[in-house]
C-alpha cells in the first residue's frame, strides 16, 4: 500500500463575523480578506513539508480551487512543477487542473508534460469534474459537462502520445487543427491517469480505461458501490480483475503519539471541513443542469430556506463513517485496515493532514509518525480475496 499526502493549502484566518454573514465562503468571498503575506508564509511552509515528505516516502497530492477559502492553489500545473524541483524522489499527483473548465486541453497536456519532465517521470495525472463553485469562478457551461470532460481526456492523452509529427482534433467541444506538444513526456507512453469520482457510470468508465479510480471522503458504503462498478465494468467487458493500486481513497488524518492527541487535531480539520463547505445555492443547485426539472420547485425552496447550518462536525463521527483515520500510530492502521476490508480492498491512501488550524509542526510530527510507523504495517498485505456483487453501473 502506498500512502499520499495531501494539502489543500487552505485560509484559514477570515474574520468569524465575515465568515459568519458571507452567503457562501467559495466564489464570491472577496479577496480582500486574503493576507498576501500570510499567503506567501503557507506556502513556505507547506513546501518545507513537502520536501519532508519527500525524505520519508509519502508522495504528495496537489490540486486547484478557486476563489475560497478552502484553496489556494489556483493552478495545479504550476504547484506541481515547483514539487518537482524540490523533490527527488517521490510521486506527485495532479489532482488535478480543472479540465472542464479551462479552454484549451492542449495546452494542459504541454504542462504536464513539461512537468513530467522537470521531475523525470514522477508525475501522475488525475482529472476532477469541477463542482459548482468552479463553473461559476471559471464562467463554464455546467451543461453536458461530462461529455466535455472526457473529450478534453482524450485529447490530452493522445497529445501526450503522438510522437511522429503534428494531428488535427475535430471534436464536439474541441477543434484543434494543429497539435504537437514540446517538451514530450517522459515517461513511456504517458504518465498514468488518475480520476476523482463516485458517480457510477463514470467509476465504470473509468475500470473499462483502466484508470485509477479516487474516492473522496466517500465513506464505506458510497466508496465500496463506486469500486464495485469499477470492478463490474471490466468483468462485463472481458478485462482482467483490476490489483489493488488502481483504487484510491482520500480522507482526513492526523496521526499522533496517543489516541487523544490525534482526535485533538482531528477535530481542528473537521472545524475547518464546516466552515469552508458554505456555499449559497445560485452556486450549486441554481445551475443549468444541475437539477431535474421536476425537482426545480422543491430545490428553489430548500434555496430560500434558513434552516441553521450545523456548527461543527465531529472527528470520532468521520472516523466512524471511514473519513477520517485519526489516533496513535497503531490505531490509524486498524482504521486503514478496516477500510480497505470494508471497501473491498484499496492500495493508494491519500492523508489529508494540513487542514483548517493544523500547524506546520502539527503536520511534519504527523507525516514523521505515518511514514515511521504507520506505512510500514501497510506493506505486504494478503489480497482480499472480494467477488463483486451484481452492479447496475449505470445506475
Request: glycine share 8%; hydrophobic share 40%; aromatic share 8%.
Amino acid at each position: 500500500m502506498e500512502l499520499w499526502n495531501h494539502c489543500e493549502n487552505p485560509y484559514p484566518f477570515v474574520p468569524a463575523e465575515v465568515l459568519e454573514q458571507a452567503d457562501s465562503v467559495r466564489a464570491s468571498l472577496p479577496n480582500k480578506y486574503c493576507d498576501p503575506e500570510i499567503a506567501a508564509r503557507l506556502y513556505d511552509e507547506i513546501f518545507d513539508e513537502y520536501r519532508l515528505c519527500d525524505e520519508l516516502g509519502l508522495h504528495i497530492v496537489t490540486n486547484e480551487h478557486h476563489s475560497g477559502i478552502n484553496n489556494l492553489w489556483a493552478a495545479s500545473p504550476i504547484i506541481g512543477g515547483v514539487i518537482a524541483r524540490i523533490t527527488q524522489k517521490v510521486r506527485i499527483l495532479s489532482l488535478g487542473t480543472l479540465v472542464t473548465v479551462r479552454p484549451d486541453p492542449v495546452r494542459v497536456a504541454e504542462e504536464y508534460a513539461t512537468i513530467d519532465v522537470l521531475s523525470r517521470g514522477r508525475l501522475d495525472i488525475g482529472f476532477v469534474k469541477s463542482g459548482a463553485t468552479e463553473m461559476v469562478s471559471g464562467d463554464a457551461n455546467p451543461m453536458r459537462i461530462r461529455e466535455r470532460e472526457w473529450e478534453a481526456i482524450d485529447l490530452i492523452e493522445k497529445a501526450l502520445t503522438t510522437h511522429d509529427g503534428p494531428f488535427s482534433w475535430e471534436g464536439k467541444f474541441f477543434i484543434h487543427p494543429h497539435v504537437n506538444i514540446w517538451p514530450r513526456p517522459y515517461q513511456k507512453p504517458r504518465p498514468e491517469f488518475w480520476a476523482a469520482t463516485s458517480d457510477l457510470p463514470t467509476c465504470a468508465e473509468l475500470g473499462r480505461r483502466g484508470i485509477v479510480n479516487t474516492l473522496l471522503f466517500g465513506g464505506y458504503e458510497r466508496t465500496r458501490q463506486a469500486f464495485d462498478a469499477y470492478k463490474q465494468a471490466r468483468a462485463e467487458a472481458g478485462l482482467p480483475k483490476p490489483g489493488e493500486d488502481r483504487f484510491s481513497y482520500m480522507a482526513f488524518a492526523y496521526v499522533g503519539d496517543t489516541d487523544e492527541e490525534g482526535l485533538r487535531i482531528g477535530q481542528k480539520i473537521a472545524w475547518f471541513l464546516t466552515v469552508s463547505i458554505k456555499s449559497a445555492p445560485q452556486f450549486s443547485k441554481f445551475q443549468p443542469g444541475a437539477v431535474a426539472p421536476e425537482m426545480a420547485p422543491q430545490a428553489w425552496r430548500a434555496g430560500v430556506s434558513r434552516r441553521p447550518r450545523p456548527t461543527n462536525l465531529d472527528a470520532e463521527v468521520l472516523i466512524g463513517q471511514g473519513q477520517m483515520f485519526a489516533g496513535n500510530p497503531d490505531t490509524v492502521v486498524r482504521q486503514i485496515k478496516e477500510f480497505r476490508r470494508r471497501v473491498g480492498g484499496v492500495g493508494r491512501i491519500i492523508m489529508m493532514t494540513r487542514q483548517g488550524l493544523v500547524t506546520h509542526a502539527e503536520a511534519e510530527k504527523s507525516f514523521k509518525l505515518a511514514a515511521k510507523e504507520v506505512l510500514p504495517q501497510l506493506q505486504d498485505l494478503e489480497p482480499i480475496e472480494d467477488d463483486v456483487p451484481a452492479v447496475a453501473a449505470a445506475q
